[in-house]
């Protein structure tokens, strides 16, 4: 089975711009978490997505958002973007109701 | 809300010792998760073990295992025989048990393991 993958890896935007990244989960599996993984901050949750849903958003200002296709892909979205916000940012999916996230390799973004 | 403290940011031990990385949690649920994630220089976060915070017996994975005690909150993970490939981030993270729905992992900051030959 292919693991997640993310697109692009690395991503180089200038202040004020818009972002788009996406994840494609492990085939079958229905959640997809998206989380930034910053040296300051380390790894903060972000948002969960189940079956196009969001079941749950970390504590970011609405400037980051979401959504979760019917093939289960997933695409955030980061408007107006800021210095802080580069990261690396870590999508995860998973099976069901507890089963274990698996990581996709992650999305480098410099914002200039 | 739940945190989780991982006390050393670096460690460095030689190939074939054995080492703890430590980890405590803070938390008022009864039942929980716990997991210790490695990431390598290559970033792919991988999951090394996790426990269920209702099963006593701690668990093991090959060179992996962990000391999981609940009262005091704590969940170290011991490596034994080291190799070079053990080189990387290890996070303890935290998961909320749920019937159902939104499940998020809450991570610790993280410590760098360094395998020297």
């Known amino acids: 089975k292919a693991g997640v993958t993310q697109t692009p890896r690395y991503l180089i935007k200038t202040r004020g711009q818009q972002v788009t990244l996406s994840c494609s989960p492990i085939?079958?599996?229905?959640?997809v978490s998206w989380y930034q993984q910053t040296p300051g901050q380390g790894l903060q949750f972000l948002f969960e997505?189940?079956?196009?849903?969001?079941?749950n958003k970390g504590n970011f200002p609405g400037r980051f958002s979401g959504r979760q296709f019917s093939n289960s892909r997933s695409e955030m979205n980061v408007s107006t973007l800021e210095l802080g916000d580069s990261a690396l940012y870590l999508c995860?999916?998973?099976?069901?109701?507890?089963?274990?996230?698996?990581f996709g390799p992650g999305t480098r973004l410099t914002v200039l | 809300a739940q945190t989780v403290t991982q006390s050393q940011p670096e460690m460095s031990v030689q190939e074939a010792e054995t080492v703890t990385l430590s980890c405590t949690y803070d938390?008022?649920?009864?039942?929980?998760?716990l997991f210790w994630y490695k990431q390598p220089p290559s970033r792919q976060m991988i999951l090394v073990i996790r426990?269920?915070?209702?099963?006593?017996q701690n668990a093991t994975e090959n060179r992996f295992s962990v000391n999981f005690q609940k009262a005091a909150k704590s969940f170290s993970l011991k490596i034994s025989d080291s190799q070079l490939g053990d080189t990387a981030m290890y996070f303890c993270?935290?998961?909320?048990?749920?019937?159902?729905?939104?499940?998020?992992?809450?991570f610790g900051q993280g410590t760098r393991l360094t395998i020297n030959p």
């Open positions: 995860a999916s998973r099976q069901g109701t507890y089963n274990e996230q698996f």
């Open positions: 997505y189940f079956s196009e849903t969001q079941r």
């Open positions: 938390t008022s649920e009864n039942n929980y998760y």
């Open positions: 993270a935290f998961m909320k048990q749920r019937s159902e729905g939104a499940q998020k992992l809450v």
């Open positions: 426990q269920e915070a209702y099963k006593q």
């Open positions: 085939s079958g599996h229905r959640s």
